[in-house]
């Protein structure tokens, strides 16, 4: 990490919080640069951590060990193909765009060593995880240049096929909205079973936070976790069973299956 140099293409929030984690965890002003066509999200980025920005994208790429594509899905076709003539053969591509595959940034790119990865929105609070992918061409040093750049804002965890990123992005991805979905639904319920609605708000969003550092924390599995804090004929057993009436498994099983579905056919329409 001391010597890598670092590019972001785009610098909105999620390479925001990538460029505060590289800082925070001691990268040097020096070694890291981004562009952006907004001249007010570049003069911010810069006073916010010290960085250069750059209007032209393949001036930034100039000289850097490792370009981090932080735009979106639709513009990546015209971002990558106006690099391609920039392009260094030793330079690693690191792409956080959903939808966009591998084997389409090789079509806009060329022959780039390429790790494509999926994180998800606490990485702005440093509390992420993403699911990350090389292909063939990244180099054990390479995968450790981005295994450091992602672990920056959390925790990243490579994946072996490429299509397992549309899981990665239907459980941890897409995550984050299921959980607050249940807060919500939890605060509503509580405000109906007579609580004021902000300490019904409260106790819901404490109680995720409390479990989820719980889980992340113990040496036993959730259904463990769940077990031990469900008394036979308690309170707990009768919501839980409430749940297991509905169908709370079968219904989270095929929710995560259509997000994974519109993922991979995200990335057929996108790559295109």
């Given amino acids: 990490m001391k010597d890598m140099r670092i590019a972001f293409i785009g610098a909105g929030n999620m390479a925001t919080s990538l460029i505060g984690g590289l800082r925070a965890k001691g990268l040097d002003a020096a070694q890291i640069r981004a562009s952006d066509p907004g001249a007010e999200t570049r003069a911010r980025v810069s006073a916010e951590h010290g960085i250069e920005t750059f209007a032209d994208n393949a001036e930034a790429i100039e000289g850097v060990d490792v370009i981090l594509l932080a735009v979106k899905p639709q513009a990546m076709k015209a971002v990558c193909e106006s690099l391609r003539p920039s392009l260094q053969p030793h330079q690693l591509v690191v792409s956080i765009a959903a939808g966009i595959t591998c084997a389409s940034m090789k079509n806009w790119l060329g022959a780039q060593p390429i790790v494509r990865c999926m994180p ?128 709370f498994e079968a219904l989270v099983e095929k929710a995560l299956g259509a997000a994974a579905h519109r993922s991979a056919e995200m990335a057929e329409q996108l790559g295109k």
């Fill in 120 to 247: 998800n929105t606490p990485s702005l609070l440093r509390q992420g995880v993403s699911g990350l992918y090389a292909t063939a061409e990244v180099s054990a040093a390479q995968r450790d240049q981005a295994q450091q750049l992602l672990s920056a804002v959390g925790i990243a965890l490579w994946l072996e096929q490429e299509q397992q990123l549309d899981a990665v992005t239907a459980v941890s991805g897409s995550g984050p909205a299921y959980f607050f979905l249940l807060i919500e639904a939890m605060t509503a319920a509580g405000v109906k079973l007579g609580l004021p609605a902000d300490v019904a708000e409260q106790l819901a969003e404490q109680t995720a936070l409390g479990a989820a550092q719980m889980a992340a924390s113990s040496e036993v599995d959730a259904a463990e976790l769940r077990r031990r804090v469900t008394s036979p004929g308690g309170t707990t057993q009768a919501a839980i069973e409430s749940f297991q009436a509905g169908g």
